[in-house]
């Protein structure tokens, strides 16, 4: 059984116009797949993709205007969405997230190592000097200098590179089963950003937790994940082993993206690409891409069916393979 | 051998801090550009390559040193007589919400520098609004739209559209496609390219990706905390890297494709505050080759000799930089 699977998740944003119309935009169109215990997936693709949207489903993070309307999020086999909302027994505790920016994530009144035992006593972990003491080891562990003297240090204080650090540890305080990390290093310079990921890929490994990293650097998921999942216009478009996507695109957007990395233009040229996102708000029926991709046919106007290949490797497409015109 | 285009003499720009200690965001950089070439700047936050982008283009004053615009000098030119030079000299900044007025219409936007630089008639402003919209890959109708209408990269087309718009010779970039997702910033870097090839266009890449430098650049300057650490052929540079900064630099680089090995160097913590910056080389404090006399001077930038596999004008500033035994990579 896998520690999380997403069963086919819709999640619209339900508003009403000035006109008092109900508009409706499908930000996620049946997004589905699962992480394994131990493993670190990468979720790729553009603005308003929906990647965050996903880690905010899991985390049942929603507000209106956004409601899940199908779909299920298995965690444990447990049905997260029955789960009550507003309970602190799996957020935060089995499942944690590290947020993108973290100069604005941490709270500016309170010092480091007090936040990081209130998220102890909060969810009932540890308490006292245990906390304490497990606050300090866990600076430590992410490698913070002299974790003793940052407890008391205030979020402002903190470079960018060493607050990401300190919500890494804040995230992994409580031994969870899942770390979310949101874009965890946009923002971070080159050096410190490898150093963060080392970092989060070590304990993560270490200790035999998942880890879903969210963003658009194809370099990090090359080299910090073992699966990924691309994402298009609220739908997974293809998931599979690092090593086997990179390797063997199937989806014409996957192959766009790769073919979109300065290294490729380098090789083999500019490729054009002419649209933007489709409208969520009107989005047309059958596959979702057919506007972009270069291989759309009449067929490209009913959905297409997920294709399983070997290990894993599946993808959305009528017409999976290497790209004709490349 | 001709004048280039633009020279920096010894620049320096400090910024005031609490008591008297000044922050030396800009150290005594020293470098020329020559017309038509693409030069990339590289290197991290508050390394100075941002502070080095609003010096040459006038936007705020020079502490010391001095800055050519072809052979003139043009550091402590007036405002007045600098507006006669604007047109020459463009920039595009990294962020286009914050950097295209939200109260015009995109048509109003790119107006703006026909009535300043030239003297068109309404007309005649309108075609070239349409020109330039047709050149940048913008639909006409965006003309009539206010920034927030439009998206991401539309928006960094506007900025590269009105930066091209007085037929400047010489193009700061600002991080031009940081903010933007892979596939838009892949079709930002082809407008330019071609915009280049058609005009001759001097461009200044300031950017943190090594990739996009590559890409883009015919020559690369590596700055560390307001120093030049490494300059050379962009080629020479990212494949024999000599400063054990830019070897760093170059190792943190994650390519997009998992079969190409990590060798990740080691260094200690990050870029120190300009405020107690190391004394000596910039680098000590991180650097994993540090040894006392790294600590004596600063290092200077010296050519490369011939048994170190040089190749014409890379430059390095480490005091090591003659014996090759530490190389990392």
């Known amino acids: 059984m896998s520690l999380i699977s997403i069963e086919d998740l819709h999640v619209h944003f339900i508003s009403r116009g000035i006109d008092n119309q109900l508009m409706t935009a499908k930000a996620l169109n049946g997004v589905s797949f699962s992480v394994e215990a131990g493993q670190v997936m990468g979720i790729v693709g553009e603005t308003g993709a929906g990647k965050s949207l996903t880690a905010n489903s899991i985390l049942g993070l929603l507000r209106p205007p956004a409601k899940i309307v199908k779909g299920r999020i298995l965690f444990n086999g447990e049905d997260l969405r029955v789960i009550d909302q507003g309970s602190t027994s799996i957020r935060g505790k089995l499942i944690t997230l590290i947020p993108q920016s973290p100069k604005t994530s941490l709270d500016p009144t309170t010092k480091i190592g007090d936040q990081l035992i209130r998220i102890q006593v909060e969810h009932g972990t540890a308490s006292g000097s245990d906390a304490h003491a497990r606050a300090l080891n866990m600076l430590e562990q992410v490698q913070i200098p002299d974790p003793l003297r940052r407890m008391n240090a205030w979020a402002?204080?903190?470079?960018?590179?060493?607050?990401?650090?300190?919500?890494?540890?804040?995230?992994?305080?409580?031994?969870?089963?899942?770390?979310?990390?949101?874009?965890?290093?946009?923002?971070?310079?080159?050096?410190?950003?490898?150093?963060?990921?080392?970092?989060?890929?070590?304990?993560?490994?270490?200790?035999?937790?998942?880890?879903?990293?969210?963003?658009?650097?194809?370099?990090?998921?090359?080299?910090?994940?073992?699966?990924?999942?691309?994402?298009?216009?609220?739908?997974?478009?293809?998931?599979?082993?690092?090593?086997?996507?990179?390797?063997?695109?199937?989806?014409?957007?996957?192959?766009?993206?790769?073919?979109?990395?300065?290294?490729?233009?380098?090789?083999?040229?500019?490729?054009?690409?002419?649209?933007?996102?489709?409208?969520?708000?009107?989005?047309?029926?059958?596959?979702?891409?057919?506007?972009?991709?270069?291989?759309?046919?009449?067929?490209?106007?009913?959905?297409?069916?997920?294709?399983?290949?070997?290990?894993?490797?599946?993808?959305?497409?009528?017409?999976?393979?290497?790209?004709?015109?490349? | 051998?001709?004048?280039?285009?633009?020279?920096?003499?010894?620049?320096?720009?400090?910024?005031?801090?609490?008591?008297?200690?000044?922050?030396?965001?800009?150290?005594?950089?020293?470098?020329?550009?020559?017309?038509?070439?693409?030069?990339?700047?590289?290197?991290?936050?508050?390394?100075?390559?941002?502070?080095?982008?609003?010096?040459?283009?006038?936007?705020?004053?020079?502490?010391?040193?001095?800055?050519?615009?072809?052979?003139?000098?043009?550091?402590?030119?007036?405002?007045?007589?600098?507006?006669?030079?604007?047109?020459?000299?463009?920039?595009?900044?990294?962020?286009?919400?914050?950097?295209?007025?939200?109260?015009?219409?995109?048509?109003?936007?790119?107006?703006?520098?026909?009535?300043?630089?030239?003297?068109?008639?309404?007309?005649?402003?309108?075609?070239?609004?349409?020109?330039?919209?047709?050149?940048?890959?913008?639909?006409?109708?965006?003309?009539?739209?206010?920034?927030?209408?439009?998206?991401?990269?539309?928006?960094?087309?506007?900025?590269?559209?009105?930066?091209?718009?007085?037929?400047?010779?010489?193009?700061?970039?600002?991080?031009?496609?940081?903010?933007?997702?892979?596939?838009?910033?892949?079709?930002?870097?082809?407008?330019?390219?071609?915009?280049?090839?058609?005009?001759?266009?001097?461009l200044l890449l300031i950017s943190h990706d090594l990739d996009t430098v590559e890409l883009m650049t015919e020559r690369l300057i590596v700055l560390y905390l307001g120093r030049v650490a490494e300059m050379g052929r962009t080629s020479d540079v990212l494949s024999n890297p000599v400063h054990p900064y830019t070897q760093t630099l170059i190792s943190s680089n994650l390519q997009p494709d998992p079969n190409v090995d990590l060798k990740r160097i080691k260094v200690n913590g990050e870029i120190p505050s300009p405020l107690n910056a190391p004394k000596g080389c910039l680098f000590g404090s991180r650097c994993p080759l540090f040894k006392a006399d790294c600590a004596l001077k600063s290092p200077p930038l010296v050519e490369l000799s011939d048994s170190v596999g040089k190749s014409p004008n890379h430059l390095a500033a480490c005091i090591r930089v003659q014996d090759f035994s530490f190389k990392i990579l």
């Open chain 1, 156 to 326: 402002h204080e903190l470079s960018g590179g060493m607050a990401q650090r300190v919500l890494i540890a804040a995230s992994l305080i409580n031994s969870p089963k899942l770390v979310i990390a949101d874009e965890p290093t946009t923002g971070l310079d080159l050096t410190v950003q490898a150093e963060v990921l080392d970092t989060l890929r070590k304990l993560v490994k270490s200790s035999n937790m998942s880890s879903i990293i969210i963003t658009h650097d194809l370099g990090i998921v090359a080299h910090y994940c073992d699966r990924m999942a691309v994402m298009f216009a609220g739908s997974v478009v293809e998931e599979g082993s690092v090593v086997s996507i990179f390797k063997n695109p199937l989806h014409p957007y996957t192959q766009s993206l790769i073919a979109s990395t300065p290294k490729q233009i380098a090789k083999n040229g500019y490729k054009r690409i002419n649209k933007g996102p489709p409208d969520l708000y009107n989005l047309g029926s059958g596959c979702l891409y057919k506007d972009r991709c270069h291989k759309a046919q009449s067929i490209c106007d009913t959905a297409p069916q997920l294709l399983s290949l070997d290990l894993g490797h599946k993808t959305l497409c009528h017409f999976p393979g290497p790209s004709t015109n490349a």
């Open chain 2, 1 to 202: 051998m001709h004048n280039p285009l633009i020279e920096l003499c010894d620049l320096t720009k400090t910024y005031p801090s609490a008591g008297f200690d000044k922050v030396l965001a800009v150290d005594h950089v020293s470098l020329k550009i020559n017309s038509g070439e693409s030069v990339g700047l590289v290197g991290e936050s508050g390394s100075g390559k941002s502070t080095i982008g609003l010096l040459i283009s006038k936007l705020i004053p020079v502490s010391s040193g001095r800055i050519y615009f072809e052979g003139q000098d043009i550091t402590d030119l007036s405002e007045k007589k600098m507006r006669s030079l604007r047109s020459d000299i463009q920039i595009v900044f990294q962020d286009p919400w914050g950097s295209i007025n939200p109260r015009f219409p995109i048509r109003r936007t790119l107006s703006e520098p026909f009535i300043l630089h030239t003297d068109f008639s309404s007309s005649e402003c309108d075609r070239e609004v349409k020109r330039l919209a047709d050149r940048v890959q913008l639909p006409q109708s965006t003309l009539e739209r206010y920034p927030h209408e439009l998206s991401g990269g539309q928006l960094q087309r506007v900025s590269i559209a009105r930066a091209i718009a007085s037929k400047p010779r010489f193009l700061i970039m600002d991080e031009p496609t940081s903010s933007l997702d892979l596939s838009v910033r892949a079709g930002i870097l082809e407008l330019l390219n071609d915009i280049r090839r058609e005009t001759g266009l001097t």
